[in-house]
Nanobody, 121 residues
Framework: VQLVESGGGSVQTGGSLRLSCVVSGYIYDKFCMGWFRQAPGKEREGVARIDYEGATVYTEAVKGRFTLSRDNAKNTCFLQMNSLNPEDTAMYYC????????????????WGQGTQVTVSA
């Protein structure tokens, strides 16, 4: 199983980025996908997740600014991040699980390598 994230980068406060995550090699045809982030010196935290039917959950800090969507035909999910601020700076990780899951890292068993998001003031 391979998860590959892309789309990270450096932006100024108020800017936008769109992260993508492509899943390959998964034996399950239905799976939940989540995005997590980890800033230096902090624990990994859940950002958003989407189940196979498209139902989403967001952490409070990103509600109204981030939108998670998926294309099941391409095993890909997209995290649109708007109105970014320096507190969003972190390494962002995509994760997948064949089970129903929420925003807890332990609920996911496959992870990507991460993509860096840096927001400057």
């Amino acid at each position: 199983v391979q998860l590959v994230e892309s789309g990270g980068g450096s932006v100024q406060t108020g800017g936008s980025l769109r992260l993508s995550c492509v899943v390959s090699g998964y034996i399950y045809d239905k799976f939940c996908m989540g995005w997590f982030r980890q800033a230096p010196g902090k624990e990994r935290e859940g950002v958003a997740r989407i189940d196979y039917e498209g139902a989403t959950v967001y952490t409070e800090a990103v509600k109204g600014r981030f939108t998670l969507s998926r294309d099941n035909a391409k095993n890909t999910c997209f995290l649109q991040m708007n109105s970014l601020n320096p507190e969003d700076t972190a390494m962002y990780y995509c994760a997948a699980t064949p089970y129903s899951a929420q925003l807890y890292p332990d609920m996911y068993n496959h992870w990507g390598q991460g993509t860096q998001v840096t927001v400057s003031a």
